[in-house]
């Protein structure tokens, strides 16, 4: 059983900064791309920020140079440096790793609950 779970969300002002978290634990073998995505509500589930096991990183264009992905490989672990953070960036979390399980051969799609960020004064 794999599981995903983040933390540190929470309430911040505009301008604020958050550091997001996500540990992936359970039968893993290997883990190729983490990322984490978000909701508003009514809203489409976007990309926020992607990384690779390599170290390769891709951001939605309006969170670059604020937004920073960065992961352990040996905790399997990813984790979001929010900075600069907007209003409209109230949404939750999402925590995403395409990995491989024990017993498995073929790389699967987890995901996990959801940590909640408001940016609000």
């Known amino acids: 059983q794999v599981q995903l779970v983040e933390s540190g969300g929470g309430l911040v002002q505009p301008g604020g900064s958050l550091r997001l978290s996500c540990a992936a634990s359970g039968s893993i073998f290997s883990i190729k791309t983490m990322a984490w995505y978000r909701q508003a509500p009514g809203k489409q589930r976007e990309l926020v920020a992607a990384?690779?096991?390599?170290?390769?990183?891709n951001y939605k264009d309006s969170v670059k140079g604020r937004f920073t992905i960065s992961r352990d490989n040996a905790k399997n672990t990813v984790y979001l440096q929010m900075n600069s953070l907007k209003p409209e960036e109230t949404a939750v979390y999402y925590c995403n790793a395409d990995l491989i399980a024990h017993g498995s051969t073929l790389y699967d799609s987890y995901w996990g609950q959801g940590t909640q960020v408001t940016v609000s004064s």
């Open positions: 990384i690779t096991s390599g170290g390769s990183t």
